[in-house]
């Protein structure tokens, strides 16, 4: 196993564009994550997998923001009409499903976004 | 408001002992987590404390006290590769994590 893979690495777009990132998270891994990090700062969570039902959302999320994990396995987080305020890297993190309530993350190399 | 409070920055010397302190704010506890991030990778996980004492792992040992909100991680015989960002993160009572923003530890030779 490889660990949690993300796609692309690097993604620069104008504003006002949409984008998509993909994440395929270690294969026996029921949940999954997408957090965003600036720069000096720690992940900022922002949506929650289990399995294919979406359990959990950031408030601080905008409509702007979907994410889907269709088939339980990989999944993608779209940002619609970018703004130079989403300039960030986006992260996504996997854990196995356990009796634990918590678990450790298992987390991709992110796709770091640049809105110009 | 939940908070977690790191340094921002923290400098010492190859072979020395540094130690990175976190405390903590937030509604409920659930455990705490230390993770290593290098520059432009993925944070990998360090150690997770849910009752109080002191967890040794190798090199790296991780402290917790509920009851003052704090914790530390300790990195001992340090080594140029432990350059990197220290990421303390609390699960609260939802079971969710908060995040600091992360400690830069610099190893100097």
């Known amino acids: 196993d490889t660990g949690v893979s993300q796609n692309p690495r690097h993604k620069i777009t104008k504003r006002g564009q949409n984008v998509t990132f993909r994440c395929d998270p270690i294969?026996?891994?029921?949940?999954l994550y997408w957090y965003r990090q600036t720069l000096g700062q720690g992940p900022e969570f922002l949506t929650y997998f289990q399995n294919e039902a979406q359990l959990e959302k950031s408030r601080l999320l905008s409509d702007r923001f979907s994410a889907e994990r269709p088939k339980g396995s990989f999944s993608t987080l779209e940002i619609q009409r970018t703004e130079q305020g989403d300039s960030a890297m986006y992260l996504c993190?996997?854990?196995?499903?356990?009796?634990?309530?918590?678990?450790?993350?298992?987390f991709g190399s992110g796709t770091q976004l640049s809105v110009l | 408001g939940q908070n977690i409070d790191q340094p921002t920055e923290m400098t010492a010397t190859e072979g020395a002992i540094v130690q990175i302190n976190c405390t903590y704010q937030?509604?409920?506890?659930?455990?705490l987590f230390w993770y290593q991030q290098h520059a432009g990778e993925a944070p990998t996980f360090l150690s997770y404390?849910?009752l109080d004492g002191l967890e040794e792992k190798g090199r790296f040992s991780s402290f917790l006290s509920r009851s003052k909100g704090y914790s530390y991680l300790l990195l001992k015989e340090l080594q140029m590769k432990d350059s990197a960002s220290y990421l303390c993160?609390?699960?609260?009572?939802?079971?969710?994590?908060?995040w600091g923003a992360g400690t830069k530890l610099i190893i100097k030779p």
């Open positions: 993160a609390v699960s609260d009572s939802n079971y969710q994590l908060i």
């Open positions: 404390n849910v």
């Open positions: 993190a996997s854990s196995p499903e356990s009796d634990l309530p918590n678990e450790k993350l298992f």
């Open positions: 294969s026996e891994h029921n949940r």
């Open positions: 937030t509604s409920g506890f659930n455990g």
